[in-house]
């Protein structure tokens, strides 16, 4: 639940304003970017992702770094990666 | 040092390992992490054990699943066993044991209790099922409190009159409050949480150096991280200086994040005070939905017992998530208490400092020691 995921967009307005398509870990999923709206989102950026939400903003070494600590924590984040495949946010 | 070789930057690890070593010096220090996730990087890379011994890492109570009291279990159960109630909940709380078995339990005996990865999940079956009474169990310290405020302003903008929320969300200050406050325990400072901060930002704590002249440097998850910040907080002590210091700046800034901040405001307001797993009441400790959401207010939809559960008292979580003892000192570690048969809720979130110990703990000497006197227990962890 804490985990913080990195996506990366690959479309802004996928449905309404808010909704927002990212790539995690070649997986496509939908989330809510509401929170980082005053960030001029583009394209291409990363963000670090809580519970369907993007929280905050990171540049790519960051979502790097990010992304191999979590493949450390084994279970807990294969675990948070499943629930997230499953998730249906609208 | 065989577990820095594991490290990103196994050399980077080394100075800064030695630099934490010259600046403590024949001192002791003794240092709180906050945030659960930093626990859980703690012993996933074994960083106590390349630490001088001098400096320790005592674990906090930032680890929102843990806080949350048996009670509060069982009013989410009864809730869950309400005919018409489809109860979603975090994957985490599932398996947290209240005085009445848990949610995973209460499923087996018939109640509709799913699990959800965003509130925004439980949102959409509420939209797809208008004859459920939808309800989410909103647990989480500001990481997670924003998620939930949005949840609700988009139900109310869809006008989605089935769905509520039982809102448990906790706030990181008065803790670390109660904890500067506690008689237990003597701090030279503190790792503040990584992620929360992205949302509070830094300022919230600068009353622990102003009030307790202690300082606070938040942190990032790395184990490259931890070091640097050990080596920050060690440092400012011997220059004299007492601050909040910012270490994780890649992710966090020091006015948070507005807009979240914003949502919150909109949609919680505190609660006079909340009961916390180990800490007891914490006045402002926590938030409930303002009037304006009263309507999607579980609280206020359902009969809640609301009846206080004391902890079995062979679980010292309490202690744990004070940082008094560490999780292998208490008497039901590893042996009655395991992340598959979990007594207290230390031991059942993978941020939990017991279950952490538990699935990574390689277990040195002393605990060894300690774990090997009593009987029964088996040293295999």
Known sequence: MCLGIPGRLTELNAGHEHLARVDVNGVSRLINVGLLEDEGLCIGDWVLIHVGFAMSKIDEDEAQRAFEGLQLMGQAYTDELQAMAESRVT | ?381
């Open chain 2, 1 to 381: 040092m065989k577990y820095v070789d594991e490290y990103r930057d196994p050399a980077a690890a080394r100075v800064l390992v030695e630099r934490i070593t010259a600046l403590a010096g024949a001192d002791g220090f003794k240092f709180m992490e906050v945030c659960g996730g930093h626990t859980h990087t703690i012993y996933r890379h074994g960083i106590e054990h390349v630490l001088p011994a001098n400096v320790e890492l005592v674990h906090g109570p930032g680890c929102p699943v843990c806080v949350i009291p048996m009670g509060r279990v069982d009013d989410a159960i009864a809730v869950a066993e309400t005919p018409g109630v489809t109860f979603t909940s975090f994957g985490d709380m599932m398996r947290v044991p209240g005085g009445n078995g848990s949610l995973l339990e209460a499923k087996a005996r018939g109640a509709d209790v799913r699990f959800v990865y965003s509130p925004l999940d439980a949102l959409k079956l509420a939209a797809d099922n208008p004859d459920r009474q939808v309800v989410f169990f909103a647990v989480g310290f500001e990481t997670t409190a924003p998620s939930t405020a949005v949840t609700l302003l988009r139900a109310k903008e869809l006008a989605i009159t089935n769905f509520s929320v039982f809102c448990n969300h906790v706030t990181i200050v008065p803790p670390i409050k109660a904890i500067l406050e506690s008689p237990d325990l003597r701090l030279d400072g503190f790792l503040g949480p990584g992620h929360v901060s992205t949302v509070v930002g830094n300022r919230p704590y600068r009353f622990v150096p102003a009030q307790y002249g202690k300082p606070i440097v938040t942190a990032g998850f790395e184990p490259l991280d931890i070091l640097q910040a050990i080596v920050m907080l060690l440092t400012q002590i011997r220059d004299g200086r007492c601050e909040v210091e910012n270490q994780y700046t890649r992710v966090v800034r020091d006015e948070g994040n507005p807009k979240a901040l914003q949502v919150m405001a909109d949609v919680f307001e505190l609660r006079p005070h909340f009961e916390w797993r180990g800490l007891g009441f914490i006045s402002q400790s926590a938030l409930k939905l303002n009037d304006a959401f009263a309507a999607f207010d579980a609280e206020l939809r359902f009969d809640i017992p609301n009846v206080r559960v004391a902890d079995p008292k062979a679980c010292q979580c309490g202690e744990v998530l004070k940082g008094v003892i560490r999780p292998w000192e208490c008497k039901v570690f590893g042996t009655a208490c395991t992340p598959e048969t979990p007594i207290g809720t230390c031991m059942v979130s993978s941020e939990g400092a017991c279950a952490a110990y538990y699935n990574f703990g390689r277990l040195h000497r002393e605990a060894a020691i300690t774990l090997g006197r009593r009987p029964g227990a088996s040293v295999s962890a």
